[in-house]
Each structure stands twice: as C-alpha cells, then as structure tokens.
C-alpha cells in the first residue's frame, strides 16, 4: 500500500496544464485564475496560461474584469460529445438508440400527462410521502437527460451521416 494520496498522484502524474483542464471539466460556474490555481494545485500565473491558452481554443468562456472568471464552455463540450459519437458508431446505431430515446420520451409524457419534464406537477403527491416525492424527482430528472441526450444523439446522427457522405468511415 502506498503512502502517497489520490491527490498528491494527480499532483505528480499530471502537469499543470492537465490540471487546470481537469479543474475546468468539473466546474460549472466562473471561476478566477486563483481559484483554479487553488484547486489545481498550482500558481496563479501558470494556471491563467493555461485558462487563456483553453480560451483560445474555445473551451473556456472567458468574462473580462477585475479578475477576470473562466468557466468551461459547454457547447464545446456538448461538439465534442456529437463527434465523438459520430466517430466511434455508425449512422444506423445512433438512429436505432434515437429511436429508443423518443420511446421513453413518449412514455414519460403518456405517465406525467405533460410534453416536458418541467410541466410536470408534485401537487398531486401527498407531502407525507417522501418516496414518492423522490421517484418523481428522479422520473424527471431521466426525463431531462433523455431530452438531452435526444439533442445530442439527432445531432450526430447527422453528423455520422455527414462523415459517410464524405467518405470518412467510423
């Protein structure tokens, strides 16, 4: 058994920069170059580098003042997820797990009675009843990532379809 901690591993095994990007992936609000130097383990200056140098590759949304925050840029990740599905399946298997995803999506509105997550009610739930409040809540949170899954998978799909059309094979 080793003495040395998770963090001091991804300390030594990782460099700066890494660092910095693993901090970012993990966060969703803005953020100064100290802050994620505090939680990268590393200067303020290096990890400013690094955040402008992701800012110019447009992975981080940069907000100007005094300091300036940095917060990931979730379209770029949400681009990276359609490509990386687009290249490791094929045009077929995307539309097949679309298809299945419209399915359950259905099914949430024919059991909530609504046609989206959020208009669906906790009203009718007796307070008392936490089990039930909490199946509901974890019904519409499945129903929310269904939703979003849906955007992304209708996006590769024609994205896979457009790497066939142009000659690149999965």
């Known amino acids: 058994m080793s003495d040395t901690s998770a963090a001091d591993r991804w300390q ?9 990007y693993d901090v970012l992936v993990g966060s969703q609000s803005f953020l100064t170059a100290q802050e994620f130097a505090d939680r990268a383990a590393c200067s303020e200056t290096a990890a400013r580098n690094a955040l ?10 940069r907000r100007d003042g ?33 298809d299945d995803l419209i399915a359950e999506d259905k099914a949430f509105q024919e059991e909530y009675g ?3 997550p959020d208009a669906a009610s906790t009203a009718d ?4 009843d936490h089990d039930a ?11 929310r990532t269904v939703r979003r899954d849906i955007k992304l998978l209708r996006r590769a799909v024609e994205r896979a ?3 066939v059309d142009d000659g690149v094979h999965a």
Do not use: C, I
């Open 125 to 128: 739930l007796p307070v008392d």
């Open 12 to 20: 030594d095994e990782r460099t700066t920069f890494q660092r910095v």
């Open 114 to 116: 609504v046609p989206a």
């Open 66 to 98: 005094r300091p300036a925050r940095y917060r990931r840029n979730d379209s770029y990740f949400r681009w990276k997820r359609v490509e990386s599905l687009a290249r490791g399946h094929s045009p077929d298997e995307l539309q097949d797990r679309l």
């Open 52 to 61: 402008e140098q992701l800012a110019e590759m447009g992975v981080v949304e």
């Open 161 to 163: 379809y457009s790497r």
């Open 133 to 143: 409040l909490q199946e509901r809540w974890e019904d519409l949170s499945e129903w």
